[in-house]
């Protein structure tokens, strides 16, 4: 019965066009094609870049302020300025003094050292460079020195307020050592246009390079002092520096004899 039912189902199936049997099991291609799932490949983190902040600015070059005069020769006339038009004249060339880097001695200072007293100063004392002391306070004749000339300045009469002090240079030479040619010539052109401004009615002058930057004149002291210049119509007397009765005390007769001629050059003047 199994096989005549076999074999009317291959007859059917031969009927049908079937030529192969196949068994019940899957032919395996579905098994081929359905690949074991890969392993995920991680996606990697995004990389952070790291990005270099942007270089400071380079400092902007420091300013290179000239001395504002170089030596005219014309008179000055008797001052008409009052004493905040002189400080609205002096204060910004402080400023530009304190920006100044024309010589050497910029890279060495502690700070500048322009003037103090009165503008309005009949008188202006000039010495010749800051030291030490006036290097670290910022003002003209504070060390011993400094002290000295207070002393000769109460001995005749004046009062430190009462006058304006400042130097040939504007800035200390290193060590204390003596100014250059070139850099009394490359501040001068300041020390002029205080004087300029302020007008004074005589100036004094203490040591051999303040001479020198006044009026170019060079020499021995000795020979240079005692006696009565002219810078630009007002007069002038030389003296020795402070520093130098310090180290010769017996010479203060000097600073008398000196002070009693710019007396006179005054008292000529009124
Ligand atoms: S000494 Fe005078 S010229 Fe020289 S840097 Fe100082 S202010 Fe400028």
Known sequence: MVDTLGHYLLDYYRTCGVDVVCGEEAGGWLVARSRPAEPAVETPAPVKRVVAPPPPPAPAPAPVVRPVSRS?????????????????????????????RSCVLAKTRTQ??????????????????????????GEPFVGPAGKLLNNILAGSGYRREDIYIAN??????????????????????????????????????????????LLGMSGAMGHIRGKRYTWRGIPVVASYHPSYYLRTPSRKKAAWEDILLLQDVLDGLS
Do not use: W
């Open 168 to 213: 040939a240079l504007k800035c200390r030479p290193p060590g204390n050592r003596e100014p250059q040619p070139d850099e009394i010539h490359l501040c001068q052109g300041f020390l002029f246009r205080q004087l300029e401004i302020i007008a004074p009615k005589a100036i004094f002058t203490l040591g051999r390079y303040a001479i020198l930057s």
């Open 72 to 100: 005219p020769q014309a008179p000055i006339p008797p001052s008409t300025l009052t004493l905040e038009e002189k400080l609205a004249r002096l204060q910004p060339m402080a400023q530009q003094v304190a920006q100044c």
């Open 112 to 137: 500048t050292v322009f003037g103090v007293g009165s503008p309005m100063a009949p008188v202006v004392f000039i010495g010749e460079a800051p030291g030490q002391d006036e290097d670290l306070q």
